[in-house]
Nanobody, 123 residues
Framework: QVQLVESGGGLVQAGGSLRLSCEVS????????MGWFRQAPGKDREFVAA????????YYGDSVKGRFTIFRDLGKITVDLQMNSLKPEDTALYYC????????????????WGQGTQVTVSS
């Protein structure tokens, strides 16, 4: 069973930055796609970014393009999300996901999920 543990969330002022990290453990295949999603209260889970573990190709949601960057660390086996120019509307519970077979914005494409880390952006 693949396990994902997120860290790095917190409270930040608008315009600030945060870096989220997702530690991966368990049986893991280099063909997997890793992703970050977020969910604000009363809203659907929203795609943020995804990356292919093997080649490092990335794909971003329109609302974060140009502000967020997804990385993978092959040595530490983590997937990080660098978030810059944060806005109050970025406030949400951020989830790490794994197990998609292609870059995909559909949460249903991902087999494994972490518990989430809260990001709150104050105005």
């Amino acid at each position: 069973q693949v396990q994902l543990v997120e860290s790095g969330g917190g409270l930040v002022q608008a315009g600030g930055s945060l870096r989220l990290s997702c530690e991966v453990s368990g049986p893991f295949f280099s063909s997997y796609v890793m992703g970050w999603f977020r969910q604000a209260p009363g809203k659907d889970r929203e795609f943020v970014a995804a990356i292919t573990w093997g080649g490092g190709s990335a794909y971003y949601g329109d609302s974060v393009k140009g502000r967020f960057t997804i990385f993978r660390d092959l040595g530490k086996i983590t997937v990080d999300l660098q978030m810059n120019s944060l806005k109050p509307e970025d406030t949400a519970l951020y989830y790490c996901a794994a197990g998609a077979l292609r870059l995909d914005a559909d949460p249903g494409a991902y087999r494994y999920w972490g518990q989430g880390t809260q990001v709150t952006v104050s105005s």
